[in-house]
């Protein structure tokens, strides 16, 4: 079965320029409130909350704004019918360079995703 894959990358690219140019508003319009931030450090589950994060974003400086290259592409897009997704992509504020894996969901207002889990490699 074949699904219109469009819609669903069109919220990946709006994250993907949201990251790189640091935009807390724009990456919270791609996000449902209620998603959260999920990876392991030091061997340890880290949860962080949507706003939390987007604080973060506020508070830092964006890899745009440094001048540093932009590098993101989709792996993989995942459709098991018309209304979810998973979707795993590469993307880079350096000297990270990350993996995300994103579900995203179609609500009544379209696509949102509804939960990240990621890694990174530190590169200096």
Known sequence: MSYDRSSAEAIIQLYFDGLYEGD??????????????RWLEKGELQVLSLPDWLERVRKRP??????????DF????????ESTAFIKVRCQLPPRYFTDYLVAMKL?????????????????
Do not use: M
């Open 24 to 37: 807390a508003d724009k990456l919270g319009a791609v996000f449902h409130p209620t998603a959260d931030l």
């Open 62 to 71: 964006s890899a745009k704004a440094e001048g540093k290259p932009r590098d």
């Open 74 to 81: 989709i792996v993989t897009l995942d459709r098991s019918d």
């Open 108 to 124: 009544s207002d379209g696509w949102r995703i509804v939960s990240k889990s990621y890694r990174y490699d530190l590169k200096e």
